[in-house]
């Protein structure tokens, strides 16, 4: 009987769940990780990294995007995910990422982002095999380090060019592994998954280890696609936003909601860990977008979101979060 806490190699590396942060476009930093980690998660991935950001040593991009706190490594190894389509430009930034210490390198073919997919990176990559290969060998070349991708079924509905795709990355790049968002990339996080597709390529790409990714919002769905789909883990990418105890949940370690208290003082938590990381002025700007992530989990006034999203001080955020440990819930 499979579980998602059975323990699992992905590229030779041993991962201690079957539970899996993902990477969170402009979110998945440190700390972020980090929380995924103290909450269970066996393996947590960066956000998406610039490959030339890293190649050409954008100062801010190496010092804040490639920072790997030590207590990470506590819970399970660590993963940078990079994006770009330049080969011998990955070659450069994944031997930079191996040097900061990363356990795994994966690459991004799926984003749909316009800004992205312009340059040819992300999910342009489905229509462009021959490049999807030559980049996933040049970050293992480059790096030693097992890749895994990160990709969807194709462009539009219908389209199985990523299908095509994840064989080759398997049968010519050898790559470690691969994570499928089963949606297509027109539908970005719109619709229902076809974890039923996913299944299919599990099948096929066996023995190497698929990871499905998308819908995955709550305890019983995440369990339910994991089961249908047979994929080797889960990857949690939203659904996490503001509620790292679902990872407890899917691994047994617990079964009711955080109380307020608890789900302040995880928020006091990765505001001080913002502070560290960005310096106050700017932690109060990028913290905006994570507090109605954790107000949504304890009926918070509309007046204190409105206020938060009015702050530039840190110091004024904590007065109004400690309030709300005195205020009854809105009703």
Not at 45 to 68: D, P
Not at 104 to 109: A, K, P, V
Not at 210 to 229: C, H, K, P, W, Y
């Amino acid at each position: 009987m499979r579980s998602l806490v059975d323990s699992w190699t992905l590229g030779g590396i041993r991962i201690p769940n079957r539970v899996l942060l993902a990477p969170l476009a402009g979110i998945g930093n440190w700390f972020v990780r980090l929380q995924a980690k103290r909450h269970g998660a066996g393996l947590a991935f960066s956000e998406m990294v610039s490959s030339f950001a890293i190649h050409y040593r954008n100062e801010r991009t190496c010092r804040e995007m490639l920072r790997i706190h030590p207590e990470e490594r506590d819970g399970g190894p660590v993963a940078i995910q990079l994006f770009g389509h330049d080969p011998e430009v990955m070659r450069s930034a994944a031997g930079t990422v191996a040097a900061a210490g990363a356990d795994l390198i994966d690459l991004n073919m799926g984003c749909p982002v316009p800004k992205v997919c312009k340059t040819g990176a992300g999910a342009a990559l489905l229509g462009d095999p021959d490049r999807a290969v030559a980049l996933a060998r040049a970050a293992h070349e480059g790096s030693g380090l097992p890749v895994t991708v990160k990709l969807r079924p194709g462009r539009e509905p219908g389209d199985r060019a990523g299908v095509e795709l994840a064989k080759r990355l398997v049968e010519e790049a050898e790559v470690a592994g691969l994570t499928f968002h089963p949606r297509h990339a027109s539908q970005q996080h719109r619709g229902a998954p076809d974890y039923d597709l996913a299944r299919r390529l599990v099948e096929e790409l066996a023995p190497t280890p698929v990871i499905v990714s998308g819908g995955l919002r709550d305890a019983d769905g995440t369990r339910a696609a994991f089961e249908q789909s047979g994929a080797s883990a889960v990857m949690l990418a939203r659904g996490s936003l503001g509620n790292p105890w679902l990872f407890e949940r899917l691994l047994g370690e617990r079964g009711e909601d955080p109380s307020t208290d608890e789900v302040l003082d995880e928020l006091d938590w990765v505001v001080d860990c913002a502070a560290d990381h960005f310096g106050p002025e700017r932690a109060a700007r990028y913290l905006r977008k994570f507090y109605p992530w954790y107000l949504d989990r304890m009926g918070a006034p509309r007046s204190v979101y409105d206020a938060l999203q009015r702050s530039d001080s840190l110091d004024e955020a904590r007065a109004l979060l400690a309030g709300l440990r005195l205020a009854p819930a809105a009703a």
